[in-house]
Nanobody, 130 residues
């Protein structure tokens, strides 16, 4: 069992930055996939970024070059550094985890989906004003 607790959300103006954190508790193991999803009002949830236990990362096209996913293994914490924020980034952001590293693998050029995340946090709200 893995519990995930997100933090770091807030309200900023367009062009600003935020860093989200996701603290993981429980059995993490040596192979895993950790991801960030977001869901805007009235829209479907979408994958944003993922990092596998081998260090490989992937991003949705809409955030490439602006968002960076990273992890601190000693603290069992996942981060999402978000720069150059846009109003369309407004959403609830969720951390999700799977013990299957392959869940993070993305075919180049395809949409990031991150199927099969087994554990989810409750989310942190990000609001970007224009």
């Amino acid at each position: 069992q893995v519990q995930l607790v997100e933090s770091g959300g807030g309200s900023v103006q367009a062009g600003g930055s935020l860093r989200l954190s996701c603290a993981a508790f429980g059995y993490i193991g040596s192979t895993y996939c950790m991801t960030w999803f977001r869901q805007a009002p009235g829209k479907e949830r979408e994958g944003v970024a993922g990092i596998a236990s081998d260090g490989g990362t992937s991003y949705a096209d809409s955030v490439k070059g602006r968002f960076t996913i990273s992890q601190d293994n000693a603290k069992n914490t996942l981060y999402l550094q978000m720069n150059s924020l846009k109003p369309e980034d407004t959403a609830m952001y969720y951390c999700a985890f799977s013990h299957v590293e392959a869940r993070c693998k993305v075919v180049p050029g395809s949409q990031v989906m991150y199927y099969g995340m087994a554990y989810w946090g409750k989310g942190t709200l990000v609001t970007i004003s224009s």
